[in-house]
């Protein structure tokens, strides 16, 4: 039992006789008088947590005297490097950047006028063909028309004499009753007989004229100059009255259909000019290549669209500006002038925060904040104005960097 005192009161003996640090308290605890006076306190009732206590103090006391000292380091502010717009006011007028759909002007459904075999096609009468007003494009078998046609007219020319013949009974029962010699009822009736033979003769008259018309109608021919579609006619092929045989597109009346947001269509009608009479610019892009045209906007479509929630808008393309190229169904790039700004400040899109919030660079690179309302939109720019104050001036410096941490007062450097 003593000697495991002694060696729990050596202990802290050992730490300090360890610690080169302290050399002079190191030989004072190697002296004999003071290593029996520490073992003869240990053998004491209190005095083993005693000298565990001292021992803990003592070694704290070492360490935190001991322990490396950190030297302040001077703080130096952070710099932002940001891009930066200068800002003027003047009068803009945004493009409108829209998608539509070319759509037929003009299309008619060619039909069969009159039944037959058709006895002839015309050169170009095929999908995709070209063809001149006048052209003809197919042609029935005209045989049945040809002697109707004859027919009635045998018909128009015996009617004709029978009704030379009655006038000229009607002319002596004239003189017969001028004359006495017949009742009035022998002139009525002889008048009676030649109105029943012009009716005749003017029903024989419209015959004709009909059988000309079928005898006209076995040869179609294109209404307008445009492109064939749709044929369902060959040679040989029996037709009944009506049959549709093709479609015909007059592609020189070719039209652009695209819609206009709520948000659009008020702005046009807010600038107080018509929007019917716009000049609008189309661009098809074929391949890497693209071909522009001009049009004017014809009409406004009479409903709002469902699936857009706008307008339908149909705009014309300038005759012969589409040759013979564009097509009824091509999805095209339409660009039509908005609505015009006066006095308005103009910067990138990514100048904005909260929607309504723009920092301005001062004098001493740190940011200001400065409120203003969005009106309009140029490609990736945004028009602007001053929505409280201080009002933006001409030659502010706006950020154009999104930063997560921007705040007024914060130090920038423009890259």
Do not use: C
């Not at 040679?235 to 709520?262: C, H, P, Y």
């Not at 046009?268 to 049009?295: D, F, N, Q, T």
Request: glycine residues 8%.
């Amino acid at each position: 039992m003593l000697a495991r005192l002694d060696d729990a009161a050596a202990w802290p003996v050992a730490v300090l006789v360890h610690n080169r640090r302290r050399p002079q308290l190191t030989n004072l605890m190697n002296k004999p008088s003071v290593i029996a006076t520490l073992r003869k306190f240990a053998r004491t009732r209190a005095g083993l947590p005693v000298l565990i206590v001292l021992a803990a103090v003592i070694a704290v006391g070492l360490l935190n005297a001991t322990r490396p000292r950190l030297q302040p380091v001077p703080v130096t502010e952070r710099e932002w490097t940001v891009t930066a717009a200068v800002v003027r006011h003047e009068a803009v007028q945004p493009r409108l950047d829209l998608f539509g759909e070319v759509v037929p002007g003009r299309r008619s459904e060619l039909r069969a006028l009159v039944a037959g075999p058709i006895a002839r096609v015309g050169a170009n009468f095929r999908d995709g063909g070209l063809v001149r007003e006048g052209e003809p494009l197919l042609q029935i078998d005209p045989f049945d028309y040809e002697t109707a046609l004859a027919d009635n007219r045998s018909r128009l020319r015996e009617a004709e004499v029978r009704l030379e013949v009655v006038e000229r009974d009607l002319s002596r029962a004239r003189d017969l009753y001028a004359q006495k010699l017949v009742a009035p009822q022998f002139l009525d009736n002889a008048e009676l007989t030649v109105k029943q033979q012009e009716a005749i003769v003017e029903q024989h008259r419209i015959a004709v004229r009909r059988a000309e018309r079928d005898l006209a109608d076995t040869s179609l021919r294109a209404p307008y100059a445009g492109v064939v579609g749709n044929v369902n006619a060959d040679l040989g092929k029996q037709l009944s009255l009506n049959d549709k045989v093709a479609d015909l597109t007059d592609i020189d009346r070719l039209e652009v259909r695209f819609s206009l947001s709520n948000a659009e269509y008020g702005r046009l009608l807010a600038s107080g000019e018509p929007v019917v009479g716009r000049p609008v610019e189309v661009i098809w892009e074929v391949g890497a290549g693209r071909i522009e045209y001009r049009g004017t906007i014809a009409r406004v479509g009479a409903e709002i669209a469902a699936t857009t929630g706008g307008v339908d808008v149909y705009a014309v393309l300038d005759a012969g500006s589409t040759g013979s190229t564009l097509r009824p169904g091509a999805f095209v790039r339409v660009g039509v002038a908005d609505r015009r700004y006066e006095d308005v400040l103009r910067a990138p899109e990514s100048a904005l925060y909260d929607r309504d919030v723009v920092y301005v660079i001062n004098g001493e690179d740190r940011l200001e904040e400065r409120s203003v309302r969005v009106v309009g939109y140029v490609g990736s720019d945004m028009i602007f104005e001053s929505a409280g104050a201080p009002a933006l001036v001409d030659g502010d410096r706006i950020v154009t960097t999104q930063l997560r941490e921007i705040g007024a007062g914060m130090k920038v450097r423009v890259q």
